[in-house]
Structures are given as structure tokens and as C-alpha cells.
């Protein structure tokens, strides 16, 4: 089975530096999608990034970037410029690609950040 | 923003009654699916449906059922409610199953004493 972990439960950053949230998953298959969500205290779960396992570029969205290494099944998230309003949860998710199209999110506990002003 | 509504947004109920949570979508999407989400655990699949009165178990469906009579409805229904569902409930959407990324409502906090 699937399995995806985020080491980092909670992490803090000051406002307009860079941080990342690291994630590694588990997983003998080869194509498959890597996403972040966001869930800020509203509890909303909003996508922030996605990347298809089978393109080598990193995804980028704005300030979000990824680093994604296929080989040592990682997956980490970049935040630059950081601001308050990135004070959130943050999920890190799996999804297989198959035939069936069946397939379900598979998350991560989460790794909180703070945004100190 | 998907056009994703959930009702009720919150509910406290008492072990042992029936709860039916709603999911509502304007998207005309094929799949939905319901999660929750409890602390430690990130969010986990309950069931989900893949087209009108197509459903089928995600990894934590024991004492829940679903019902989809329409494509924009997903019900959600805890035959008798214990404390170990309290938890926030997600519904989620996408418009097939393989390629497409899934966006989630805005949650029930359900509250079950």
C-alpha cells in the first residue's frame, strides 16, 4: 500500500524568507500524481501545487515550487517570499494513475506552519 | 473554486442516531468522494462514487453508507452514530477519476456525545 509521511509536524518561518515542508512516499508504482493542499484555520482544503510523477520539470505556481526526486520517492515544497496569509496545514498527497480511475488521495499527517510576522 | 456545498456545515448528535451529511456540487463531475479527517491522520477515504448509483468502499467505510441519486448529490449516512465518527467530514470532486486533480468542500465538523 501507499504510504506518505511527513516528518515535520510543525514548522515556522519568518514573514518574506523561504521555507520547505519535506514529504517522502512509499509506493512500487510509476506513474502516479504528488499534490500539496493547503487548509488554513478556515479548514478549507485548497490545492497549491500538483506534479505528474512522469515529467521531469518541477511544478511551479507563484511563490510554490517543488522539488520533486523521483528516484528517492520525495516531494518537498518550497515557499518563498512567505507570507501570513501561508499560515496553514499543509498536506502533502498521493494519487495513483490507473485504469480504473478509481484511485484515492492518499495523505500525509500534515505539517503546520507559522508565519512569524 | 469548485462549485463544492456541504450541509450541515456542523452537528452534534447523540451515539446511537442516524446522520446523513450532504455534499452538493455544481460541476457536473463524474466522481465524488467523501473523506475524513482526524488528528494524526490526514484525511481518509470513506466511499466514493463514480457515476449515478455507482458506489464503492474506501479504507475506512465500516458504519457509513453513501447514496448518489444524482449527479450533483452525495449522501453520506451513519446508520447509528458513534463517538469514534466524531471527526470533520470532506467531500471531494473531480471531473474523471485517472487524471484529474480533486477539490475538496469546505467541511461538517459532526460532534457525536
Known amino acids: 500500500a501507499q504510504t506518505v509521511t511527513q516528518s515535520q509536524p510543525e514548522m515556522s518561518v519568518q514573514e518574506a524568507e523561504t521555507v520547505t515542508l519535506s514529504c517522502t512516499y512509499d509506493?512500487?508504482?510509476?506513474?502516479?500524481?504528488l499534490f500539496w493542499y493547503k487548509q488554513p484555520p478556515s479548514r478549507q482544503m485548497i490545492l497549491v501545487i500538483r506534479?505528474?510523477?512522469?515529467?521531469?520539470q518541477n511544478a511551479t505556481e507563484n511563490r510554490f515550487s517543488v522539488n520533486f526526486q523521483k528516484a528517492a520517492k520525495s516531494f518537498s515544497l518550497k515557499i518563498s517570499d512567505s507570507q501570513l496569509g501561508d499560515a496553514a496545514m499543509y498536506f502533502c498527497?498521493?494519487?495513483?494513475?490507473?485504469?480504473?480511475?478509481?484511485?484515492?488521495?492518499?495523505f500525509g499527517t500534515g505539517t503546520r506552519l507559522t508565519i512569524i510576522p | 473554486d469548485a462549485g463544492i456545498t456541504q450541509s450541515p456545515r456542523h452537528k452534534v448528535t447523540e451515539t446511537g442516531t442516524p446522520v446523513t451529511l450532504r455534499c452538493h456540487q455544481t460541476?457536473?463531475?463524474?466522481?465524488m468522494y467523501w473523506y475524513r479527517q482526524d488528528p494524526g491522520h490526514g484525511l481518509r477515504l470513506i466511499h466514493y462514487s463514480y457515476g449515478v448509483k455507482d458506489t464503492d468502499k474506501g479504507e475506512v467505510s465500516d458504519g457509513y453508507s453513501v447514496s448518489r441519486s444524482k449527479t450533483e448529490d452525495f449522501l453520506l449516512t451513519l446508520e447509528s452514530a458513534t463517538s469514534s465518527q466524531t471527526s470533520v467530514y470532506f467531500c471531494?470532486?473531480?471531473?474523471?477519476?485517472?487524471?484529474?486533480?480533486?477539490?475538496f468542500g469546505p467541511g461538517t465538523r459532526l460532534l457525536v456525545l
Open positions: 471531494a470532486i473531480s471531473e474523471s477519476g485517472t487524471q484529474e486533480t480533486q477539490y
Open positions: 498527497a498521493y494519487k495513483l494513475i490507473s485504469n480504473f480511475g478509481n484511485e484515492k488521495l492518499t
Open positions: 460541476e457536473n463531475h463524474r466522481y
Open positions: 509506493t512500487s508504482e510509476s506513474d502516479y500524481y
Open positions: 506534479q505528474e510523477a512522469y515529467k521531469q
